[in-house]
């Protein structure tokens, strides 16, 4: 059953306005004749909503209204009064009134409006308690984010900030929480101007035109990447993804992106990939037999110098071989490259010979040196180097 209070100071019209709406049994009156009699009731108990006369002995609806807004009171409020002027209307709105109806005319027609109206301004509230609610949920659970995080309402208006992203601004969550108008844009680029949360809806052409480049979707959500001078003229890469965030029926309620800077990770990109270049530009133009093989043993590729020393035609027969299966390699060599120790060995004419079937080999005397391949920053191992060369020759 819904609850109101009904404000009036006319008994008459305090009875017949109560009547109405009480006459089905779904809505529960209770009234009062004054302000201050309405304060001590609200004081008391709570209502789903209040309605109210303007023109009261102690006190009228806008005050009545004030103090109630001014208490963080969010009861539905509507004024019910014969005031008509435009102030008052105005007045009342911008103080947090859910409606205004005008007194007059044929009593069971603005008596319905006042019930529609009542039940309207309810539902309403109960639909922006729930969006609170969801929100405050969203923002427990983001602020636990590793990624710098923040959310907006369906009016621009921040929501959430979380810890990540007070890190990376250095700006609190204290300051940025109910700030609107893009303000969050001052965070990043100190200029309103806007971030991926605005362009989730826009097209990718008018993405680009502020900045944003390596633009994915994926449904609704949209990633990209962007660059930011954070000091002076130093650059840095943020990655970014942004999507927005629907009520239960399915409208937008608000938008949530995520930044991450990427800056250091693009750094090792481009140095690997300059590394990268060397090692291929060594790898193939090496004077030197070489092939390399994985962490399990299993072969990977040789160098120019390796097909021309081994002789061509045995891609099937290279790509099958392991080092740690068949014979070539000792036992006691497997034992040291496990341990991560490089080893030598020789392979004979006649040991080729004994190679079952077609060999990988060709009929040479050979000298083998396997090197296990470390990983520059903890050392560990990532596969193997085999260089071949002819037994007895220099620089092997």
Not at 189 to 205: H, M, N, T
Not at 256 to 277: F, G, H, P, Q
Not at 368 to 382: A, F, G, T, W, Y
Request: proline letters at 3%; glycine letters at 8%.
């Amino acid at each position: 059953m819904i609850s109101v209070l009904l404000i009036e100071d006319d008994n008459a019209l305090l009875e017949l306005t109560r009547d109405y709406l009480a006459r089905n049994g779904t809505i529960f009156v209770d009234t009062a004749q004054s302000g201050e009699d309405a304060l001590s009731k609200i004081g008391k108990r709570s209502y789903d909503a209040v309605v109210s006369d303007y023109l009261m002995p102690d006190m009228d609806g806008i005050g009545l209204l004030k103090t109630l807004r001014g208490s963080d009171n969010r009861v539905p409020f509507i004024m019910f009064t014969g005031k008509s002027q435009e102030q008052v209307v105005i007045e009342a709105l911008n103080n947090g009134a859910d409606f205004f109806l005008q007194k007059g005319g044929d009593p069971k027609t603005r008596f319905a409006e006042l019930e529609n109206m009542i039940r309207q301004a309810i539902s309403r509230r109960k639909a922006e308690e729930g969006l609170r609610q969801s929100i405050r949920r969203l923002y427990d659970i983001i602020n636990f984010f590793p990624d710098a995080t923040f959310a907006v309402d369906r009016d621009g208006r921040v929501v959430a900030w979380n810890r990540a992203m007070e890190a990376m601004t250095g700006i609190s969550a204290q300051e940025m929480l109910g700030r609107e108008d893009g303000e969050y844009s001052l965070a990043f680029y100190g200029q309103k101007r806007p971030l991926l949360i605005d362009l989730v809806f826009a097209p990718r052409e008018e993405i680009m035109l502020w900045g944003y480049y390596s633009i994915k979707k994926r449904g609704v959500t949209i990633e990209a990447e962007a660059d930011f001078i954070k000091q002076e003229s130093e650059v840095h890469v943020l990655w970014t993804t942004a999507s927005p965030l629907f009520d239960e029926h399915g409208a937008v309620a608000g938008a949530i992106e995520s930044v991450r800077d990427i800056t250091s990770c693009r750094n090792a990109k481009e140095l690997s990939s300059r590394y990268e270049s060397r090692f291929r530009g060594l790898f193939e133009h090496s004077p030197l037999a070489i092939a390399l093989f994985d962490l399990n043993g299993d072969f990977v590729e040789m160098n120019r110098t390796c097909m021309s020393l081994l002789g061509s035609g045995k891609d099937a027969l290279w790509r099958s071989f392991n080092l740690f299966r068949g014979r070539v390699l000792p036992v006691s060599a497997r034992d040291a490259l496990e341990r991560g120790e490089s080893v030598r060995f020789f392979v004979s004419r006649d040991q080729s010979g004994e190679e079952t079937g077609k060999t990988v080999f060709p009929s040479l005397n050979l000298d083998i040196m396997v090197i296990p391949l470390r990983n520059k920053q903890n050392h560990s191992m990532n596969g193997f180097i085999m260089q071949f060369g002819k037994s007895g020759a220099s620089g092997v």
